[in-house]
């Protein structure tokens, strides 16, 4: 996985210059620490499984984590009441657990799913982040 790091804010992207907006990166433990413990557990599950799909960046800044592969597969945000999961899909996902979809660019869209236990990471959220990772790593 090739990576470039902006020489401003230090945080990795895929492409020389990608376009982003800069703030400083920051690890995951800031990123939870202000949150509930069991948040940090959803994204310990979710993070176990993208890791075994293959090499994988965890792009912490304040408002979440960007897993990343050779692009951005899943963003993984807390807030209060629950965990947004942003699932990058070249399609839109039809089922009652995504509570909104968002189109990314002219080929991906981001899918949200409300999580609030790391019980909820099951098979299908597996199988979510494993169509994510391969769409990421085209």
Same mark, same amino acid.
């Given at each position: !996985?090739?990576?470039?790091?902006? %020489?401003?804010?230090?945080?990795?992207?895929?492409?020389? =210059?990608?376009?982003?907006?800069?703030?400083?990166?920051?690890?995951?433990?800031?990123?939870? $620490? %202000?949150?509930? %413990?069991?948040?940090?557990?959803?994204?310990?599950?979710?993070?176990?499984?993208?890791?075994?799909?293959?090499? /994988?960046?965890?792009?912490?800044?304040?408002?979440?984590?960007?897993?990343?592969?050779? &692009?951005?597969?899943?963003?993984?945000?807390?807030? @209060?009441?629950?965990?947004?999961?942003?699932? @990058?899909? %070249?399609? $839109?996902?039809? *089922?009652? &657990?995504? #509570? #909104?979809? +968002? &189109? !990314?660019?002219?080929? !991906?869209?981001? =899918? /949200?799913?409300?999580?609030?236990? @790391? @019980?909820?990471?099951? *098979?299908?959220?597996?199988?979510? +982040?494993?169509?994510?990772?391969?769409?990421?790593? $085209?």
């Amino acid at each position: !996985m090739a990576r470039w790091t902006c %020489p401003s804010c230090e945080r990795e992207f895929g492409r020389t =210059n990608q376009s982003h907006v800069c703030v400083p990166a920051g690890t995951v433990d800031e990123t939870f $620490a %202000p949150h509930r %413990p069991e948040w940090r557990l959803i994204f310990d599950a979710i993070l176990a499984h993208v890791e075994d799909l293959g090499p /994988v960046h965890a792009d912490a800044v304040t408002v979440g984590v960007f897993l990343k592969a050779d &692009r951005t597969l899943a963003e993984v945000r807390p807030r @209060a009441r629950a965990v947004d999961l942003w699932l @990058a899909l %070249p399609h $839109a996902i039809d *089922d009652e &657990r995504v #509570r #909104r979809t +968002l &189109r !990314m660019s002219a080929g !991906m869209v981001a =899918n /949200v799913v409300a999580l609030t236990s @790391a @019980a909820q990471v099951d *098979d299908q959220i597996r199988a979510w +982040l494993t169509e994510a990772y391969h769409a990421a790593s $085209a």
